[in-house]
């Protein structure tokens, strides 16, 4: 997905601690996928780490910090939060739990959201120790509670201004999954095709 997104990829290597490691393998299956480290003349950052002891962390996030700058990547955090989910569970006690990654913007407890098919507003933020916070900025991974179902990972995630604006759009695109999961099963033309990619044309650009 990175690749087909053109978005620059470092590899972390993880459970480099663990006996019989074997960074070499993870690297030749890496170069199946035209991955190639640095240090065997290719272009992709790649970092030994330990989950566990915490090993190489700095120097990963490092790496992070200075691919920002050379790429100069920046974000807003004085305007609505977009994002990406990581993840998305149900859980019995507290309904939909999503893990968000912050991307632009300013995420806070109370706004009103869509993601994928679903809306919501956020009942509570937690941090990644289980604490609660109030809001969470740009590249910040946050779990948001209150969405009305479950979205899929990698689906978008916008803050929007009212639940009816929220709401609309939720419906709008379980409309385009239910045509499309239609036309997929009983077949469609062309003319069907190309007025359905009308529409999600105009779904998106709300």
């Keep these: ?16 601690d663990k006996e019989g490691a074997n960074r070499d393998r993870v690297i030749n299956q890496l170069s199946e ?17 330990s989950a566990h002891t915490r090993q190489g962390i ?25 994002g990406t989910v990581i993840e998305s569970k149900v859980d019995k006690g507290r309904g939909t739990v999503m893990t968000v990654l912050v991307q632009n913007g300013t995420l806070k407890k109370g706004d009103l959201f869509v993601s994928g098919a679903v809306y919501g507003k956020v009942r509570a933020l937690l941090a990644d120790d289980g604490s609660r916070v109030d809001s969470a900025g740009p590249s910040i ?5 209150g969405a009305s179902g479950s979205p899929l990972a990698g689906d978008d995630f916008l803050v929007l201004e009212s639940e009816p604006q929220a709401r609309q759009i939720s419906e709008q695109r379980s409309h385009i999954m239910r045509m499309k999961d239609l036309a997929s099963q009983e077949g469609s033309n062309l003319g069907n095709a190309l007025t359905f990619e009308r529409f999600s044309a ?5």
Excluded: C, F
Aim: aromatic fraction near 4%; hydrophobic fraction near 50%.
């Design 58 to 82: 700095d120097v990963l996030l490092e790496n992070l910090y200075v691919q920002a700058e050379v790429l100069e990547l920046r974000a807003n955090p004085n305007r609505r939060a977009k």
């Design 33 to 49: 996928y035209s991955l190639v480290p640095e240090q065997w003349g290719g272009d992709t950052i790649m970092v030994d780490v």
């Design 141 to 145: 991974p946050v779990e948001v509670l």
């Design 202 to 206: 105009l779904v998106q650009e709300r």
């Design 1 to 16: 997905h990175a690749k087909a997104a053109k978005v620059p990829i470092i590899v972390a290597i993880n459970k480099i």
